[in-house]
């Protein structure tokens, strides 16, 4: 990789850039020697991509594969709240040394529903490694992907990398680019509708568990369910003003549920961040994190909303 065009701080022991390549060949020309540099320096490398472009790249390295942590995004990244604490920094902090990643969570094939999160969570990245020296480099396919959402990698990534090397990002404001994307989540006119406080808390998860129940969900995906309720709703209790509304209904192959409060949370990476053994909240927002296929979040000024999708 060139020297960065323009004035960037490489002095920083975190790094997160964007790389803009079109097509196969020039996907490999950057990321098999941004890989490669890392081992030659010893450091501890994942490679966090969909199946076709992770199956490229692990030919391409060849024998250098096997010295590499090899993960599917497609599934590990499936809900974006669940990449920064359980795929990026669970890999950063199982080394003592700083960590380089190739991760690719805006791929062509993401839902309208997800493509949101994945910006947020593009945005969050950076606050996250805060204090955790690392090398993140996130591929966008400016063939396949819409001018929209290289806009808004210029805006979660400080440095862009294309074909003619690093630069400044001119758009980089990953504050704006996490609010742009914090929208008010419509609700179906014929969903279910449950009002819960402390007292509530049983019938809300009773109610909910049937609801999925009917819609075919069994075993340990229904058990998901109830904890997915349990969870949302006991935060709502607690931080949310006592109470709140949850609302569920099916779609396709799963279900929704909806928990809104009065609350506003302070700490976006809440449900984000690695767990500690004297953490003290937010592990429930983690294990929704780790069991959904989508979390969204709206916050405005009537409080908070989130809604998670789970399939059966």
């Known amino acids: 990789m060139t020297a960065v065009r323009e004035d960037t701080d490489t002095r920083s022991t975190f790094s997160h850039s964007a790389l803009f390549y079109r097509g196969r060949a020039e996907f490999l020309a950057a990321t098999v020697p941004f890989v490669r540099e890392g081992l030659a ?57 700083p960590v380089r990643v190739v991760g690719e969570p805006v791929f062509s094939g993401r839902t309208e529903d997800e493509y949101p999160a994945c910006v947020q969570h593009e945005a969050l990245v950076n606050a996250s490694f805060e204090d955790r020296p690392a090398t993140l480099l996130c591929p966008y396919d400016t063939g396949r992907l819409a001018p929209s959402v290289l806009a808004d990698a210029e805006a979660t990534h400080a440095v862009v990398v294309d074909d003619d090397g690093p630069y400044v990002s001119p758009r980089y404001a ?17 969903a279910l509708r449950v009002p819960f406080d402390l007292d509530g808390l049983t019938g809300a998860r009773h109610t909910a568990t049937d609801f999925a129940a009917d819609g075919g969900f069994t075993g340990e995906r229904l058990q998901d369910v109830a904890l997915v309720i349990g969870e949302l709703c006991a935060n709502s209790v607690q931080h949310g003003g006592g ?11 799963g279900v929704v549920c909806q928990v809104s409060d009065r609350g506003r949370p302070t700490d976006r990476l809440a449900g984000r961040r690695p767990p500690t053994p004297h953490q003290d909240g937010g592990r429930g927002l983690l294990l929704v994190n780790q069991v959904a296929d989508l979390v969204r979040t709206h916050v405005g000024g009537e409080g908070t909303t989130v809604r998670v999708a789970l399939r059966r």
């Open 41 to 97: 320096q010893g450091e501890p490398v994942a490679v966090i991509l969909p199946a076709p472009n992770l199956e490229a790249l692990t030919a391409a390295l060849g024998a250098d594969a096997e010295r590499v942590r090899l993960v599917d995004m497609a599934e590990a990244g499936r809900n974006p709240g669940r990449i920064i604490p359980l795929v990026l920094r669970s890999f950063a902090d199982s080394h003592p040394h």
């Open 174 to 190: 990953p504050e704006d680019a996490f609010e742009r994307h914090n929208v008010p989540l419509p609700v179906p006119a014929d």
């Open 243 to 253: 109470g709140g509304l949850l609302r569920m209904w099916r779609d396709g192959g």
